[in-house]
């Protein structure tokens, strides 16, 4: 299985709502991300995972939480969202290795928000 | 600062070749990837490069010189679903799950 998987594809909520993003990988990979992608710009980092511990948070409003339950699991819990967060949200995960340069990120499908 | 720079669009005919050019200016340097998305669609590994040299896979290979900050990915016999932004990025070297990513390549291949 050399999968990540994103659920739900497709997501529009209100402001007020309250929503997860589900992302599952069984390639035993110990590094999970999440990336914002905006129409014709590069992926943004947002969060990165290792060993189910936060080890890197760029500055990313409160409104967006992550959460990694177990090493094949990460969610993502939205509240309170703006209609700029918009985006594609991106899934990636990478083995853990000693040599951290020899890590490639692979990336799930994605899901498309939208925020009213 | 840290800059990644790629042409912003090509276009190319079906067949033919096609070479897409990154330069870099990053503080350090650990390695740089090539990655594909078609729209509407999540990044896809192309390749990796972190020593000089020409890496090939398939109809696909990428270079690296590290002393010139420059890669190029080839794309060979194009077909039409090779039409795609094609991203470059290169691991930060201070924090090695980060990558500086560029703008993406919008490659047209055309009939």
């Known amino acids: 299985d050399t999968e990540v998987t994103q659920t739900p594809k497709h997501l529009v909520m209100g402001m007020t709502n309250k929503k997860s993003l589900k992302c599952e990988q069984h390639?035993?990979?110990?590094?999970m991300y999440w990336y914002k992608q905006k129409a014709k710009k590069p992926p943004e980092l947002m969060f990165v995972?290792?060993?189910?511990?936060?080890?890197i948070n760029e500055s990313v409003p409160s409104r967006f939480s992550p959460e990694c339950p177990n090493s094949s699991l990460l969610n993502l819990h939205l509240h309170a969202l703006q209609p700029e967060d918009s985006a594609l949200y991106l899934c990636?995960?990478?083995?853990?290795?000693?040599?951290?340069?020899?890590?490639?990120?692979?990336f799930g499908p994605g899901t498309r928000l939208l925020v009213l | 600062g840290q800059n990644i720079d790629q042409p912003t669009e090509m276009t190319a005919t079906e067949g033919a070749i096609v070479q897409i050019n990154c330069t870099y200016q990053?503080?350090?340097?650990?390695?740089l990837f090539w990655y594909q998305q078609h729209a509407g669609e999540a990044p896809t590994f192309l390749s990796y490069?972190?020593l000089d040299g020409l890496e090939e896979k398939g109809r696909f290979s990428s270079f690296l010189s590290r002393s010139k900050g420059y890669s190029y990915l080839l794309l060979k016999e194009l077909q039409m679903k090779d039409s795609a932004s094609y991203l470059c990025a290169v691991r930060d070297a201070g924090n090695n799950r980060k990558l500086i990513w560029g703008l993406g390549t919008s490659l047209a291949v055309n009939p």
């Open positions: 990053t503080s350090g340097f650990n390695g």
């Open positions: 490069n972190v």
């Open positions: 990636a995960s990478s083995q853990v290795l000693a040599a951290k340069y020899q890590e490639t990120q692979y």
């Open positions: 390639m035993g990979h110990r590094a």
């Open positions: 995972y290792s060993y189910e511990k936060l080890s």
